[in-house]
T-cell receptor, first 115, second 113 residues
Framework: DTGVSQDPRHKITKRGQNVTFRCDPI?????LYWYRQTLGQGPEFLTY????????KSRLLSDRFSAERPKGSFSTLEIQRTEQGDSAMYLC?????????????FGPGTRLLVL | LAKTTQPISMDSYEGQEVNITCSHN???????ITWYQQFPSQGPRFIIQ???TKVTNEVASLFIPADRKSSTLSLPRVSLSDTAVYYC??????????????FGGGTRLMVKP
């Protein structure tokens, strides 16, 4: 257990529905990251926050995806109008946010299945 | 961009030392080298990070030659529980955050009894 928690751990939804995932980082960490991972592939970076500011977004993050981190604590990732291709493990990580180095501590992930 | 290249898979036996090499020919001056381990259905776990020469912790050693164009993760006396995917990342959060956050395909290590 790294101290990063994600909720829910599993989500099954029907195509076209909206889903929201939550991530609670390690409390003293000011950086928070979201990744997506499909079977047999490495994690793909989606976006990251420094405190409440969203500093970088991957081109993979379509308009249907939105992430927030109000007050710089927990974060939510919402997927609107889900598609079957969104089925994946969604991973959250947090880090101390040193200027140049970074060590990410990952949560257990949320596994999404879109039917 | 400092793209990394790792072997797709490796096999070893319990008790052996395993060395996984990552090539990063275009590494930038400020880039750090970080290795993660991932078990099935779990998030990646940080193993070790370094900038140059040698870094050792309770889990592994990281060897970085002077030109920094490659790095080698060394796992001493592996056990069956070391069977996992190992990822090498290269980057710097100030100037090269995208690289530091790019996992690639990783190396699948299979430890046999």
């Amino acid at each position: 257990d790294t101290g990063v928690s994600q909720d829910p751990r599993h989500k099954i939804t029907k195509r076209g529905q909206n889903v929201t995932f939550r991530c609670d980082p390690i409390s003293e960490h000011n950086r928070l990251y979201w990744y997506r991972q499909t079977l047999g592939q490495g994690p793909e970076f989606l976006t990251y926050f420094q405190n409440e500011a969203q500093l970088e977004k991957s081109r993979l993050l379509s308009d249907r995806f939105s992430a927030e981190r109000p007050k710089g604590s927990f974060s939510t990732l919402e997927i609107q109008r889900t598609e079957q291709g969104d089925s994946a493990m969604y991973l959250c990580a947090s880090g101390k946010g040193l200027a140049d180095q970074e060590t990410q501590y990952f949560g257990p992930g949320t596994r999404l299945l879109v039917l | 961009l400092a793209k990394t290249t790792q072997p797709i898979s490796m096999d070893s036996y319990e008790g052996q030392e395993v060395n996984i090499t990552c090539s990063h020919n275009n590494i930038a001056t400020n880039d750090y080298i970080t290795w993660y381990q991932q078990f099935p259905s779990q998030g990646p776990r940080f193993i070790i990070q370094g900038y140059k020469t040698k870094v050792t912790n309770e889990v592994a050693s990281l060897f970085i030659p002077a030109d920094r164009k490659s790095s080698t993760l060394s796992l001493p006396r592996v056990s069956l529980s070391d069977t996992a995917v190992y990822y090498c990342l290269v980057g710097d959060m100030r100037y090269n955050a995208g690289n530091m956050l790019t996992f690639g395909g990783g190396t699948r290590l299979m430890v046999k009894p």
